[in-house]
């Protein structure tokens, strides 16, 4: 909406120009006119779109053509003031005052017009039919108001039409001449239809019909009304009802009967609740709402978010086969004015064995969007209509941002459910086989994979200690000398070399060297293509000595030249080590069946959680005084329980130990 309208009144002197204004602003005739009013503002409290209004008188005889000529282009709307019984007055608008006002204004954006017929009251005919086939040539004629100033008829309603005829106007939205609403205006209420047809069956039954009134005018519909409504389009459209609900037919016909009845301020409410703006264009406000994010900090979806978004792919998966065909695909991003996902998205999530991206590849996409641009993310969830569906403020109320990686360090704990690693290599080291591993797809698979649809991330979750976490691989181009810092920002660094090749491992020493040896990102060796016969590598100690003398892991053996989807367990260890690159990690298992894992799955739990909250608040709640501290009795009560624990921890280490 708006802030401000601006409107101008032109036309030939003595026509009553000056006499509306002062008219509307005392509400009475003035008995002396000067030449011209003075620019008045009204306040929006007093106006019915609640809206403040400027308005702008014109004098011949006070203002220049260059006075003129400006006035004209900053004003929102202008209304041609004629006397309906000087004849000279008429034909001047369509001689001179229109085509004046055209040449004079932006041809994309016309300015509206309103004709106004002033001194009504000294004739007892209407102008009408003259003006009528005026209105008809010229499409930027919003209406025609006939007034008196003399007389105070239609004096306000002249000005609401103004108000009106800018912050609803019919340009946009109708073709007067073809008598239907225009491609722009139909495409806009045909995804907001889309939309709020939330089981997508291409019907806005009673319950959507409720929820979309009620969004846009903040009031559900009474039974009756509904009633009333499709009987309305069930009379004129034989195809605008089907199943007792409102098809996409009968929905446009509503809203071309709303502008035929003049009542445009119901087309542009729905409009703007929906993000349009006068352009019929999503605004950039609703497609990129402000969202604050710190240095060193990433973003996530929340639940709230996650929940949508399976609910869209609900109602796309139509066959419910957990997957979408290209079909499905392309109806979900028809509510988008190109398509957002490429053939490249099929490379970097996961896929059913037709190549049709999966749940979990679809929800892991939109994770990969928000973590690696998420302005691109906030502007999709914009397209779907995520603050209007999930009734949130804006997209960015689905955005999780998370605190600053230091704290987490300090802390020695994190909130965070996506985790970033970086793979280094020299060419043909397997970088890529290693990303497409991850997804599920052996060696086999990747070579019917094109070069031109190939992808440079790989995105899946990983279990780690029974809880679930995405792992967000990017595979760096191997320049050793230009690293841009993207390439260098993650939480964990995978450096991985062809044990086939003798110079490959050069290169990943080099990388750890120059750019993470003195970093608190932790690191990871892999040794791949260890299907292959492993060679010497030509450097001056061996990878696992290397590893060693650096305090890492030992090398990782790794291959995806296997018959069934390649072990994905390297791929829990990095979002271990990603998760805790504070600690140094006695078990790089991922078993759940061994002591470590074992040890790590029980501290984890709910259970012990809870056990420990409950411990703290009693211990803290209780006042411990100076005398208790000397009290013999206390000191007996401490280390009772203190022996009570040691020997429940040992016996639990036991029994682990013994299933293991």
């Not at 019984?85 to 006002?101: A, D, G």
């Not at 260890?530 to 090398?555: A, G």
């Amino acid at each position: 909406m708006r802030k401000d309208v601006r409107i101008l009144l032109v036309g030939e002197p003595k026509v009553g120009k000056t006499s509306l204004i002062m008219s509307l602003v005392s509400e009475e005739f003035p008995e002396v006119v000067p030449y011209r009013a003075e620019e008045i503002t009204i306040p929006a409290d007093v106006t019915p779109e609640r809206v403040p209004t400027h308005i702008v008188d014109y004098s011949e005889a006070e203002q220049t053509d260059e006075q003129l000529f400006q006035e004209i282009s900053k004003a929102n709307v202008i209304c041609i003031v004629y006397s309906v019984n000087n004849k000279k007055s008429i034909e001047k608008v369509t001689s001179h005052w229109i085509p004046l006002i055209t040449d004079n204004t932006d041809k994309d954006s016309r300015v509206p017009l309103i004709l106004v017929g002033n001194k009504s009251d000294l004739v007892e005919h209407s102008s009408m039919e003259t003006i009528l086939p005026i209105m008809n040539q010229y499409s930027e004629i919003e209406t025609c108001v006939e007034c008196s100033a003399k007389n105070l008829k239609n004096i306000s309603e002249l000005f609401y039409y103004a108000q009106k005829a800018v912050l609803h106007p019919t340009g946009p939205l109708y073709c007067p001449e073809k008598k239907n609403m225009k491609p722009l205006c139909v495409k806009a209420l045909s995804r907001i239809f889309k939309v709020s047809d939330l089981d997508n069956d291409g019907i806005l039954n009673d319950n959507e019909l409720n929820f979309f009134q009620r969004t846009c005018f903040n009031a559900p519909l009474a039974p009756q009304a509904l009633e009333d409504v499709k009987n309305v389009v069930r009379k004129n459209m034989c195809d605008g009802v089907g199943d007792n609900g409102l098809t996409l037919k009968g929905f446009l016909f509503l809203h071309t009967l709303f502008i035929q009845r003049g009542r445009h301020e119901t087309t542009w409410t729905v409009l703007r609740t929906f993000g349009y703006d006068d352009d019929l264009e999503l605004h950039q406000d609703y497609l990129f709402p402000p969202l604050k994010i710190p240095p060193d900090c990433t973003t996530e979806l929340n639940h709230d978010a996650y929940l949508f978004l399976q609910s869209v792919f609900d109602k796309h998966d139509k066959d419910r086969d957990c997957a979408l065909s290209p079909e499905e695909l392309k109806d979900l991003f028809d509510v988008f004015p190109y398509m957002p996902w490429g053939p490249d998205v099929n490379n970097t999530v996961s896929t059913n064995d037709q190549g049709w991206i999966t749940y979990q590849g679809y929800l892991s996409q939109w994770t990969l969007t928000t973590y690696l641009d998420v302005q691109r993310c906030l502007e999709y969830l914009g397209y779907l209509g995520y603050s209007i569906i999930a009734e949130q403020e804006s997209q960015s109320s689905g955005i999780t941002v998370t605190r600053d990686k230091k704290i987490d360090l300090q802390k020695k704990q994190t909130q965070r459910s996506v985790f970033r690693c970086n793979v280094f290599g020299d060419v043909c080291s397997g970088k890529s086989g290693f990303l497409q591993a991850f997804l599920g797809r052996n060696l086999m698979l990747q070579k019917t994979i094109r070069e031109e649809h190939k992808s440079y991330y790989g995105i899946s979750t990983t279990y780690v200690y029974g809880q679930e976490k995405y792992l967000l691989l990017h595979e760096v181009f191997p320049d050793f000398d230009y690293l841009s810092d993207a390439d260098l920002t993650c939480d964990i660094v995978c450096l991985l070399y062809d044990v086939s090749n003798p110079h490959s491992f050069e290169y990943c020493a080099k990388v750890f060297k120059q750019y993470f040896m003195d970093s608190k990102t932790p690191c990871m060796m892999i040794a791949s293509k260890c299907d292959l016969p492993e060679v010497k590598q030509l450097y001056i100690c061996t990878p696992l000595e290397f590893c060693r003398k650096h305090k890492m892991p030992p090398p990782q053996s790794f291959t995806c030249n296997t018959s069934a989807a390649p072990c994905k367990d390297i791929y829990t260890k990095l979002t271990t080590m990603a998760m805790h690159p504070h600690a140094r990690l006695r078990c790089m298992c991922t078993c759940n069946r061994c002591t470590f894992c074992l040890c790590q799955n029980f501290l984890n739990s709910e259970l012990l959680q809870t056990v420990r909250a409950k411990i703290y608040a009693v211990v803290l709640s209780r006042h411990i005084s100076q005398a208790d501290l000397k009290n013999s009795t206390f000191w007996l009560r401490a280390s009772v329980g203190a022996t009570m624990f040691a020997v429940l921890g040992f016996t639990m280490y036991r029994v682990l130990f013994r299933a293991r």
